[in-house]
């Protein structure tokens, strides 16, 4: 988020594109104290031992799930789903909202199989004390709904920090950050709660880094934690985010310095796998209804887990 004055709030403008609207989303927040967030995801957790594993070393479940990561994110890119994103300001006086920008899209594919975004709704934004930047479209796309695949992983310092139990289910935790900050770059910082079974990220509690704290220039994201859920019986898909925070705008040009309170939510509902419509012609006939012919043998479907698909875990609350 970036500060705002009254005067120029009216004139912020909301047509941008929706694929542009949702690669250009970003908060401009100072960061809360990681112990307020951690403490706000601390919730069902049991406690953390931090003995190594058994049976297995670290860098092989780093390698496990982040070759499982790279399978789902090539899966999810088949999923159309619905985005909601709602950023507001908190007056801390009344602790009731005091700007609102919402925003709710709908990722589909057209009918020759590329990916589309529409909005379905978009109320007047009433955000008067911040505006948001392009890292903060870009945090809602990229850093809230965190994947890190094995082709990530280079990028990455990701250190055991032990096992833990989160309402059901049975979990590595690491803490994960950028080796290095490569210009106008920006990168997941904080710890992440892999499934033991599944080898899968299932929850993620941290913030975006870099964030700009130069004076006049501040572009700042609230930490955030991601919650995610086995939709499909097979991928644990992002499904909900929250984010807050205060974001602290020093003195420019004669104002006052302000703090503002931010509380943001996105939910990623209604996953749905998405199947291109085709037809099958085989001597000059369509066959798309009908049996293979005899001289071709049918299509098969190696993976469908010996005809019993898993059963879907408790995600975390």
């Known amino acids: 988020m ?18 542009l609207a949702l690669a250009l989303f970003g908060f401009a927040a100072v960061a809360a104290s990681d112990a307020a967030a951690q403490e706000s995801a601390a919730a069902g957790f049991g406690p953390l031992d931090s003995t190594p594993p058994a049976n297995i070393t670290p860098d092989e479940i780093i390698k496990k799930f982040g070759a499982r990561e790279a399978e789902f994110a090539q899966a999810r890119e088949n999923y159309t789903f619905r985005q909601s994103v709602k950023v507001d300001t908190i007056d801390d006086d009344t602790n009731k909202v005091d700007g ?41 796309e990229h850093r809230l709904p965190f994947i890190l695949t094995t082709a990530d992983l280079p990028q990455y310092d990701v250190t055991y920090l032990g096992r833990q139990k989160v309402d059901e289910l049975d979990t590595y935790v690491f803490q994960a950050g950028p080796k290095t900050l490569e210009k106008n770059k920006h990168y997941f910082q904080g ?58 705008f020093a003195a420019q040009n004669g104002a006052l310095s302000q703090d503002v309170h931010m509380r943001n939510i996105v939910k990623y509902t209604d996953y749905k796998q998405f199947r291109a419509t085709s037809r099958i012609i085989y001597n000059g006939q369509d066959i798309t209804n009908n049996k293979a012919p005899a001289d071709q043998s049918p299509a098969q479907n190696p993976d469908q887990n010996n005809g019993k698909p898993p059963t879907p875990a408790a995600p975390p609350k």
């Open 100 to 140: 609102e920008y919402q925003q709710v899209t709908d990722i589909t594919f057209s009918d020759e199989g590329k990916r589309e975004e529409h909005v379905v709704f978009a109320p007047q934004n009433t955000l008067e004390r911040v505006m948001m930047s392009p890292v903060d479209f870009d945090e809602i």
């Open 2 to 19: 970036k500060p705002l004055a009254k005067a120029h709030a009216r004139l912020l403008a909301l047509s941008m594109s929706p694929l």
């Open 191 to 248: 710890k992440v709660w892999v499934d033991q079974q599944d080898f899968q990220i299932v929850l993620i509690n941290g913030k975006t880094v870099p964030q700009d704290t130069r004076r006049g220039h501040e572009d700042l994201q609230p930490p955030f934690t991601t919650y995610y859920e086995q939709v499909d019986g097979k991928y644990w898909f992002p499904t909900y985010t929250k984010a807050e925070g205060n974001l602290h």
